[in-house]
């Protein structure tokens, strides 16, 4: 998912579409390979909140490229954008 026009970013409403019953797990990559896209804190909450509806399925945030940000946009890690779904 994402899309070009939007800077390949998985939308809230695009996360929703996808999670099923039998969703286990969701990889959230911020910042991306190989796009860059880097997600806002608004968004990460936006994710968030789907998430929050769909208590069954478990969040792998990977930010192995933390250290590669070359935007404006600062990095922000989606544990930090929403500490309640650390656990």
Partial sequence: HGH???GFKLTP???EDA???RTKWVILNSPNNPSGAVY???ELQALAQVLRDHPHVL???DEIYEHFV???EPY???PAAAPDLKE
Avoid: C, K, Q, R
Wanted: hydrophobic share 50%; proline share 5%; charged share 15%.
């Fill in 76 to 78: 922000v890690s989606f």
């Fill in 70 to 72: 070359y935007g404006d």
């Fill in 13 to 15: 409403a695009e996360l």
């Fill in 4 to 6: 070009e026009s939007n």
């Fill in 19 to 21: 999670i099923t019953p």
């Fill in 40 to 42: 806002s804190v608004a």
């Fill in 59 to 61: 969040i792998m945030a």
